[in-house]
């Protein structure tokens, strides 16, 4: 059977593609209101930083859809990243069960 799947997807993609054209809000007004500074929203949008658990609350907080949404996301994400970059390793690796 095919795995059609998608791949997790960074917060950011959701943030940039949907969530802050839908607000039409600028980057510079959402850095703002979220209380951080552009440069900060910037690297999420562009995928080089991560979520963390203080701006998922200030998300959530903004978004209405509250912080555990923008964390799952992040966590699932990195999950993905992390088992491909750590298949080979992680193969070797024999799975125990209690007698």
């Known amino acids: 059977m095919p795995d059609t799947a998608l791949p997790p997807m960074h917060p950011?993609?959701?943030l940039r593609e949907d969530v802050i054209p839908a607000l039409d809000r600028s980057v510079t007004e959402i850095a703002e209101l979220l209380g951080v500074s552009r440069q900060t929203l910037h690297a999420?949008?562009?995928e080089r930083a991560a979520v963390t658990p203080?701006?998922?609350l200030r998300l959530g907080r903004l978004c209405?859809?509250?912080a555990e949404l923008w964390l799952s996301l992040?966590?699932?994400y990195d999950l993905a990243v992390v088992?491909?970059?750590m298949a080979a390793e992680l193969d070797s690796i024999p799975t125990l069960s209690a007698r």
């Open 64 to 66: 209405g859809n509250g």
């Open 12 to 14: 950011g993609e959701l």
């Open 54 to 56: 203080a701006m998922a």
């Open 74 to 76: 992040q966590t699932k």
């Open 44 to 46: 999420i949008l562009a």
């Open 83 to 85: 088992s491909a970059a």
